[in-house]
T-cell receptor, first 113, second 107 residues
């Protein structure tokens, strides 16, 4: 299946700063990437669908101005958490879809102090 | 809207067989897939059913009944390393995940 690389694996930042997370599809041209958020012992919640060369589609309740998504190429999507606050602390995971299967990056654990 | 239901926890012993059920309510449904997630890790794909019936992949099998909006994941010959969370996901306009089932395999 598709190989997806996500960086960083973990990040600790101060409240009010911005954090960028990169998601790369290493062997597959991904016109679409998905960004999920997962709180401890909970399911994956879709935040947004990232579309190459166009604006991302955000799920209801997700602030597009807070979670900036850029999908400038077929292999790279980035999620920027702007002005992060402690309630944004979570596990963020990107994925690509190939033949009805999702392949995930390794995830980014964000801790906002 | 879309919603899926799974049992929250299942416990079994090594070598046993366990079935994790999933019921779903979705629009524009194409298929049901299953993912395994170990603590601290990312989900990994296990199985996908686009058609009714049974799909077998080694020790894991998955079943789908569209008429019943129901599927299950069957894990055979359980091993300690199978202790993880298992998620069903409905594939329609996008992928919607169930709440997850925490499987604990005991020696």
């Amino acid at each position: 299946g598709a190989v997806v690389s996500q960086h960083p694996s973990w990040v600790i930042c101060k409240s009010g700063t911005s954090v960028k997370i990169e998601c790369r599809s290493l062997d597959f041209q991904a016109t679409t990437m998905f960004w999920y958020r997962q709180f401890p012992k909970q399911s994956l919640m879709l935040m947004a669908t990232s579309n190459e060369g166009s604006k991302a589609t955000y799920e209801q309740g997700v602030e597009k101005d807070k979670f900036l998504i850029n999908h400038a190429s077929l292999t790279l999507s980035t999620l920027t958490v702007t002005s992060a606050h402690p309630e944004d602390s979570s596990f963020y995971i990107c994925s690509v879809v190939q033949a009805e299967k999702l392949f995930f990056g390794s995830g980014t654990q964000l801790s906002v102090l | 809207g879309q919603s899926l239901e799974q049992p929250s926890e299942v416990t079994a012993v090594e070598g046993a067989i366990v079935q994790i059920n999933c019921t779903y309510q979705t629009s524009g449904f194409y298929g049901l897939s299953w993912y395994q997630q170990h603590d601290g890790g990312a989900p990994t794909f296990l199985s996908y059913n686009g058609l009714d019936g049974l799909e077998e992949t080694g020790r894991f099998s998955s079943f789908l009944s569209r008429s019943d909006s129901y599927g299950y994941l069957l894990l055979q010959e359980l091993q300690m390393k199978d202790s993880a969370s298992y998620f069903c996901a409905a594939y329609g306009q996008n992928f919607v995940f169930g709440p997850g089932t925490r499987l604990s395999v005991l020696p």
